[in-house]
């Protein structure tokens, strides 16, 4: 049984950091692409960053860029999401997401592209 189980989210001041934590089980871990989705009430799902476990090639959307970092352990099946300077707008429901493909394989920020995905973490910014 695939699972992702996330942790990590809370409440932050504008301009503090988060690190949240996606623990994988259950698939192929080392070939997959792992993302990090989030999503506001009343607003798509979006695609936050990326990550190629097998190449370790990261990718990322233009509003996180330079403020967030996906980065992995794979001795523990784990990707990170590091965030700092945390704006109000990124107050959001965070998933993970696991795809046995590679992330160049469709659009990696595609919500479709994804076969497993984690029950999320709230990411509340505010003052």
């Known amino acids: 049984e695939v699972q992702l189980v996330e942790s990590g989210g809370g409440l932050v001041q504008p301009g503090g950091s988060l690190r949240l934590s996606c623990a994988a089980s259950g698939f192929t871990y080392y070939s997959a692409c792992m993302t990090w989705f989030r999503q506001a009430p009343g607003k798509e799902r979006e695609g936050v960053a990326a990550i190629d476990t097998g190449r370790g090639l990261t990718y990322y959307t233009d509003s996180v860029q330079g403020r967030f970092t996906i980065s992995q352990d794979s001795s523990r099946n784990t990707v990170y999401l590091r965030m700092h300077s945390l704006k109000l707008e990124d107050t959001a429901m965070y998933y993970c997401?696991?795809?046995?493909?590679?992330?160049?394989?469709?659009?990696?920020?595609?919500?479709?592209?994804?076969?497993?995905w984690g029950q999320g973490t709230q990411v509340t910014v505010s003052s």
């Open positions: 997401a696991a795809d046995s493909a590679r992330c160049s394989i469709l659009p990696w920020y595609g919500v479709n592209k994804y076969n497993y």
